[in-house]
């Protein structure tokens, strides 16, 4: 069976960098390549790709990463090749809205995120139904202020335990220490309404519809040590009529939540996303 690799590269822009990439994969794998992508940031001088291939020759991380890092080293790339073959393992985080959750768990049945869901975690005891319904693993860990460090440690041990390679965070109402996420660098995905930094706290929703908002939205990103400041890697917005109310409010705003972070998934999965600056290239 032939074996597919997922090649990502971001470096200093020069001439002549597709024709070496390609000359490699063609002369060392005689590669079919089934997708190629690139951009340019003319701002920073930088360029990305991203090469989706596949060869009958044996590739494995170790052979390619021996033979490819002559030509990453004189051409300054920095790169990472990915095998789609074997499905990444997800832990999904949540709390006491389910919107997220349900649509992430009915999206994987029926085989848009191609993952392994190993378990969902919560500090509220409604998720376990719908994670019961779906057969994935459920760990209830409740967060007080005197426990949430004790809790966060039980956090670490258990995504470690079950190699976890992505955390999503499905409306999961907690803060992520420092150290949680620089265990988990650009492996951890949070979802949001896009109010901020217009309409802060517990209640959003209320406070945009108590000011007339015209437009709504919502934002998946990367987790950073800086509170929803990472790197942004999908938003959508829509229009509120007239005629809206609070609750209509709500559930278009659920909607573009769920929406964006399922496409920040997938194209996580699909190893589509470069992160740079701050911010993020999205390939096709």
Same mark, same amino acid.
């Given at each position: +069976?032939p074996?597919t ?6 470096c200093p822009?020069r001439?002549g960098l597709?024709?070496?990439?390609a000359?490699?994969?063609v002369?060392n794998? $005689?590669a079919?390549?089934l ?7 003319a ?9 989706e291939?596949?060869t009958?020759l044996p ?8 033979l490819f890092a #002559?030509l990453?080293t004189s +051409? *300054?790339?920095n &790169?990472?090749?990915t095998f #789609?073959? @074997? ?6 985080f949540?709390?006491?809205?389910l919107h997220c959750l349900?649509?992430?768990l009915?999206r ?6 191609p993952?392994?869901? !190993?378990?969902i975690v919560?500090?509220?005891e409604s998720?376990?139904p719908? !994670?019961?319904f779906?057969?994935?693993?459920? %760990?209830?860990?409740?967060v007080t202020?005197?426990? @949430? ?5 039980q956090?670490l ?6 190699n976890i390679?992505l955390?999503v965070? !499905?409306?999961y +109402?907690?803060?992520?220490?420092p150290?949680f996420?620089?265990a %988990? ?5 949070n979802v949001?309404h896009?109010f901020? #930094?217009?309409?802060t706290g517990?209640?959003?929703y ?6 007339g ?5 919502a934002?998946?990103h ?5 509170l929803?400041?990472?790197p942004?890697i ?6 509120? !009529?007239?005629? $809206?109310?609070? #609750?209509d409010?709500?559930q278009k705003?659920r909607?573009?939540?769920?929406l ?5 998934v997938r &194209?996580?999965?699909a %190893?589509?996303i470069?992160?740079?600056? *701050?911010k993020?290239v999205?390939?096709s």
């Amino acid at each position: +069976m032939p074996t597919t690799a997922v090649l990502l590269i971001d470096c200093p822009d020069r001439k002549g960098l597709v024709a070496a990439i390609a000359n490699f994969l063609v002369d060392n794998y $005689d590669a079919n390549v089934l997708n190629a992508d690139q951009h340019q940031d003319a701002a920073l001088g930088l360029f990305f790709m991203r090469v989706e291939f596949e060869t009958e020759l044996p590739c494995d991380d170790a052979q390619f990463r021996a033979l490819f890092a #002559p030509l990453a080293t004189s +051409m *300054n790339l920095n &790169w990472k090749i990915t095998f #789609p073959a @074997r499905p990444q393992k997800v832990a999904i985080f949540v709390s006491h809205y389910l919107h997220c959750l349900a649509d992430l768990l009915h999206r994987h049945q029926t085989g848009e995120l191609p993952c392994e869901l !190993a378990l969902i975690v919560s500090n509220h005891e409604s998720a376990r139904p719908l !994670a019961e319904f779906y057969g994935v693993p459920f %760990h209830f860990t409740p967060v007080t202020p005197a426990t @949430r460090q004790a809790v966060e440690v039980q956090h670490l041990e258990l995504l470690a335990a079950n190699n976890i390679d992505l955390i999503v965070l !499905a409306r999961y +109402m907690q803060i992520l220490s420092p150290r949680f996420v620089e265990a %988990h660098p650009l492996r951890i995905i949070n979802v949001h309404h896009s109010f901020l #930094p217009a309409f802060t706290g517990a209640k959003p929703y209320h406070a945009a519809f108590a000011r007339g908002v015209k437009l709504i939205g919502a934002t998946s990103h990367y987790v950073t040590e800086e509170l929803d400041e990472g790197p942004i890697i999908e938003q959508d917005v829509t229009r509120v !009529a007239q005629s $809206d109310q609070l #609750p209509d409010l709500i559930q278009k705003g659920r909607d573009l939540e769920r929406l964006v972070l399922s496409r920040g998934v997938r &194209w996580h999965l699909a %190893h589509r996303i470069l992160s740079y600056a *701050n911010k993020t290239v999205i390939f096709s």
